[in-house]
């Protein structure tokens, strides 16, 4: 919604070159633009945050799944 867009694109602009953000989403960044939405401050927070970054996606089944078929076969 604005409210959260709005505080997101203020966040981003206050540290844009000048310090780290971390972001950590299951969505997939090909998926940002459509789940921020207002196609504008999509575009500028978009922006700055890929302008700089380094981005390592995480492939394969999730520890949690992993440690769950481990107990169930030791069960």
């Known amino acids: 919604d604005d409210p959260a867009r709005n505080a997101l694109m203020d966040i981003v602009e206050q540290k844009y070159d000048k310090t780290s953000i971390i972001i950590a ?11 921020i939405g207002e196609g504008t401050i999509a575009d500028a927070i978009l922006d700055r945050m ?9 492939t394969g089944e ?14």
Do not use: D, F, G, Y
């Open 25 to 35: 989403a299951q969505i997939p960044v090909k998926n940002w633009h459509e789940t």
């Open 50 to 58: 890929v302008h700089s970054s380094h981005r390592i996606e995480l």
């Open 62 to 75: 999730s520890m949690r799944k992993n440690k769950m078929k481990k107990a169930q076969i030791n069960s």
